[in-house]
């Protein structure tokens, strides 16, 4: 496995850090966006918005790397004000794609606007744009642009529907203030960092 990523794009096109290990932290949980709305007459109505995924990553000790370091201040400058970027908890598996075509119940094609970095053998997310219908198959065979999974797919999926590797996350916004490197003593250094994964198509 190839170590986690980081990608953003200040302008001047994307910038992709890899980090110095592998995680030992690495939590990834759903949760509907509560919106209040204020309407006529002062009621306030609460609304379920987008599911977005809560994730927290860590390492908790790695060597003084300069370049890692250095790289992870500038992306930190973006980050805080709200920048989006993307994480990979993989580097080699950044599958992220939709379908052309309508997939069907229990029927085991599919058929994507680029079938790029997807392997035999491993699993990717399929799930609607609007959240719902979340599932993963497991690929057994590709003739671009369309692939055949092992199974039939468990649910409908319409066209746009993400088709995606299921630990990359290319849509995401930091969710703490404080900076996600902190020294330690003995030339140690230590990695927590927060942030949301929004899996609508349109970035945040």
Request: charged share 20%.
């Amino acid at each position: 496995m190839a170590a986690p990523s980081l990608i953003y794009d200040p302008g001047g096109g994307p910038i992709t850090i890899v980090f110095p290990l592998e995680l030992d932290s690495y939590d990834a949980r759903s949760v509907p966006s509560i919106v209040q709305i204020e309407q006529p007459a002062g009621v306030i109505a609460t609304h379920q918005g987008a599911v977005h995924d809560e994730i927290v990553i860590g390492i908790s000790a790695f060597n003084q790397d300069d370049a890692f370091l250095d790289a992870m201040v500038a992306f930190w400058s973006w980050a805080q004000t709200g920048g989006g970027f993307g994480f990979a908890f993989d580097s080699d598996k950044v599958v992220d794609t939709t379908l052309t075509v309508k997939h069907d119940q229990n029927k085991v094609g599919y058929t994507l606007a680029s079938t790029a970095g997807i392997i035999v053998g491993e699993f990717y997310l399929v799930e609607d744009v609007n959240q719902a219908n979340q599932e993963e198959v497991k690929v057994a065979s590709i003739s671009p642009p369309s692939l055949n999974a092992e199974d039939p797919g468990l649910h409908e999926h319409l066209i746009g529907s993400i088709f995606r590797d299921p630990d990359y996350h290319p849509r995401c916004v930091a969710s703490q203030d404080d900076e996600p490197i902190v020294e330690l003593p003995g030339a140690l250094w230590k990695l927590l960092f927060a942030f949301r994964s929004f899996r609508e198509i349109t970035t945040p």
